[in-house]
């Protein structure tokens, strides 16, 4: 309940500040037959919330451990159902915690780059996507969203197909295998924009 109050309170202040567009029809997903990952690139703090707001299932999103250490972010992380992960250390104890989400048939959300970055390279991408993914065997449904977040400027937001990594799911992968296919994922999110356009 909490979470689709704030998303209908955070749709509406949101959709004043911003002319917000969505295409895809992946967006209008309510009773799929089984649970995925939504990857996202990620450029800004609002990036989680926008995809909160145009998506119809709730997803449990990773955090920077940081974000908890504020009360007040702490209060809406923890009741969003977010969780918290260390940027610096071991991060088996996230990957973890995001197979139990997927196992517990719920959406999980991941921005593959690990962090808020301004340039499109494939090569920012960290390799917990793909370890995640292929552990719980679960498909990846990419969005890209492409803004400066200028005030009542314009966010396009596009929905791609679902990515299947099925053909690694019983491989014997190493780290930079992993890295590899998260370079991957990424790259397809980069290119949603110009996919859209071409059709």
Not at 20 to 32: A, C, L, P, S, T
Not at 81 to 107: H, M, Q, T, Y
Not at 109 to 118: D, K, M, N, Q, Y
């Amino acid at each position: 309940m909490f979470y689709k109050v704030v998303s209908a309170i955070a749709r509406v202040l949101l959709n004043i500040v911003f002319r917000i567009n969505v295409y895809g029809e992946n967006r209008k997903i309510k009773d799929f037959d089984d649970n995925y990952i939504i990857c996202g690139n990620h450029s800004s703090m609002l990036d989680p919330v926008l995809v909160a707001i145009t998506h119809n299932n709730n997803i449990r999103y990773m955090a920077k451990k940081e974000l908890f250490e504020n009360i007040f972010l702490k209060f809406m992380l923890d009741n969003l159902k977010a969780f918290p992960v260390d940027r610096e250390g071991n991060n088996l104890s996230a990957i973890k915690k995001s197979l139990r989400i997927l196992r517990n048939n719920e959406v999980l959300g991941i921005f593959p780059e690990g962090t808020r970055v301004t340039s499109k390279k494939s090569s920012s991408a960290k390799g917990g996507v793909s370890i995640i993914a292929t552990k719980a065997k679960k498909r990846i449904l990419p969005v890209y969203i492409d803004s400066n977040y200028n005030l009542f400027g314009k966010i396009d937001i596009y929905y791609g197909d679902f990515i299947s990594l099925d053909e690694y799911y019983d491989k014997k992968l190493n780290s930079e295998d992993y890295m590899k296919i998260g370079e991957d994922v990424l790259k397809k999110i980069y290119n949603l924009k110009e996919d859209f356009n071409e059709k």
